[in-house]
């Protein structure tokens, strides 16, 4: 008990003292201007999926705020369901908020979902921002504190895993650390951090955040491998190639298609292979839901591990010579029944978007 009053505290002092993301643009233009094409910069205001499955759960309460809307001031009040989100208020509208990040003391490991602990600022002095700089130089808006703990937990208050409100996990990324993250999410890229760059630093942390939102990244994600048989028929190697899960979020789905023309005709597909489609679908009870915020069990999971590998061995008769072969990963930002769901077809967001092709002629 004691420890929550403390904490209560610490989040009083830190808001009082609030610097907002278009206050870093002034000397982090660069990182600043990265910043604003990252997912973590949109949040309930710029990302309608997350909006629309949001407000499709409860038009009172918005639990995700902890998550999606860490910063926001009247935090508590958005989670009771006492108040809604708010455009004019900036904490609000800040989505996952560089003061935020920059100001996470550590990590505590909870059961539903962990819980970012911030560092105590006190009001009459400019705020502390952790890095992890060597020698940062000094300025008038905030101290630069060098932080070992941030490289380490930084990504992990929301990102290690989530249950809802029945106990049943939601995502979980496999991984605690945040090293690893930080290596292929915030990649090295060329340019100092901030304006003057006084200490001439040749390099920075990419605060894009690429992730499945972006093409490069969605290639590295999974290897492809074919051996054909012209008896047997065709075998098919998929890896995972993340030391995450490959679906981390549940709107998703990824499948792997394998085609067979012959003269410019299909002649085989493995269309019915559920286990070539990978995502998940769940239970409330005994009825299937979509939106898993209040399911109670899953009716379908196909998922790969962290580096995971998978055979397909598909038995197929009397393949030609010159028969082709075409092997194709495909991923779906959302699930056509969750834009459904939500009434968001429009979005168009359930359309497969191709990752990886391979096209190979029966010899
Ligand atoms: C424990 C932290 C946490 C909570 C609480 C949380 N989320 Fe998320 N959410 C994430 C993370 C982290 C991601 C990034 C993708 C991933 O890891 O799968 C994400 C991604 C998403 C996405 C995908 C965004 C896109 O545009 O592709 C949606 C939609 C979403 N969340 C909806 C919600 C809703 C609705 C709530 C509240 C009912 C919620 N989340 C609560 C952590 C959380
Ligand atoms: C008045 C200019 C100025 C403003 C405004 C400013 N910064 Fe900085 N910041 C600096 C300078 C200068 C450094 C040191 C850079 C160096 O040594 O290369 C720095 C360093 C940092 C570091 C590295 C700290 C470390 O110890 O590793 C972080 C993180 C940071 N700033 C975040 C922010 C954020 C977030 C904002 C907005 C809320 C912000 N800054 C606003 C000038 C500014
Ligand atoms: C305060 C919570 C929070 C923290 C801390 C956090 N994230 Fe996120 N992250 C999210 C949420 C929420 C989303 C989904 C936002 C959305 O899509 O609306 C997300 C999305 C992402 C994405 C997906 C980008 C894409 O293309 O869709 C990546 C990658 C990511 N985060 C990496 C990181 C890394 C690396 C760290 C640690 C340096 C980190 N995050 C720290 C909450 C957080
Ligand atoms: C070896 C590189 C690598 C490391 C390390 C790594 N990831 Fe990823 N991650 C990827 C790639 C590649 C993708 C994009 C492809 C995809 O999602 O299918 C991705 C996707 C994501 C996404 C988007 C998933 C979605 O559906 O919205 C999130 C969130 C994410 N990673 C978080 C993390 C976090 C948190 C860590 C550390 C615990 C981490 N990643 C470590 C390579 C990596
Ligand atoms: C999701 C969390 C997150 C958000 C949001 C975020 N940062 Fe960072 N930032 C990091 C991490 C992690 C590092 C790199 C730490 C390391 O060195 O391993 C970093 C590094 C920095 C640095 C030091 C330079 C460098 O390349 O290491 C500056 C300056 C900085 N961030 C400013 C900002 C500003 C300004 C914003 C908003 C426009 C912002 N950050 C938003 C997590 C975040």
Wanted: aromatic share 10%; net charge positive.
């Amino acid at each position: 008990m004691k420890f929550t009053i403390l904490l209560l505290i610490a989040f009083d002092l830190l808001f009082s003292s609030y610097l907002s993301n278009k206050s870093c643009k002034e000397c982090h233009k660069t990182i600043y201007e990265e910043y604003q094409y990252s997912y973590h910069s949109k949040g309930y205001f710029k990302d309608m999926l997350h909006k629309k499955i949001a407000d499709k759960i409860s038009l009172k309460k918005y639990d995700c705020a902890v998550c999606h809307m860490p910063a926001a001031d009247n935090l508590k009040s958005l989670v009771k369901g006492e108040k809604r989100p708010d455009k004019t208020n900036v904490t609000n509208s800040d989505a996952i908020s560089c003061f935020f990040c920059h100001t996470i003391a550590y990590v505590k490991k909870a059961h539903k979902f962990n819980l970012n602990i911030k560092a105590r600022q006190s009001e009459d002095y400019k705020p502390s921002l952790f890095g992890s700089l060597e020698n940062p130089d000094d300025n008038n808006k905030h101290s630069s504190l060098h932080s070992p703990i941030y490289d380490k937990f930084v990504c992990s208050g929301c990102h290690s895993h989530k249950r809802n409100g029945n106990d049943l996990l939601i995502f979980d990324s496999k991984m605690s650390g945040s090293k690893e993250c930080i290596k292929c999410h915030m990649p090295l890229v060329p340019g100092g951090n901030e304006n003057m760059n006084k200490r001439a630093r040749t390099k920075h942390h990419s605060h894009y955040f690429p992730g499945i939102h972006s093409k490069e990244m969605r290639e590295k994600a999974i290897d492809l491998k074919v051996a054909i048989d012209k008896k047997s028929g065709v075998v098919v190697t998929l890896i995972n190639k993340m030391p995450h899960p490959l679906i981390l979020q549940a709107a998703r789905e990824m499948f792997l298609k394998v085609e067979i023309e012959r003269d410019g005709k299909k002649i085989w597909s493995n269309s019915k292979d559920k286990s070539a489609v990978f995502k998940y679908s769940y239970l409330k009870g005994d009825k299937p839901i979509i939106i898993p915020y209040s399911a109670t069990s899953y009716s379908f999971v196909n998922n790969l591990k962290p580096k995971e590998k998978k055979i397909f061995n598909y038995k197929i008769d009397k393949l030609h010579k010159g028969d082709k072969v075409i092997i194709s990963f495909y991923m779906i930002f959302a699930k056509t029944e969750c834009l459904k769901d939500i009434d968001y077809m429009e979005s168009g967001l359930d359309k497969p978007i191709l990752v990886k092709k391979i096209v190979k002629m029966v010899k």
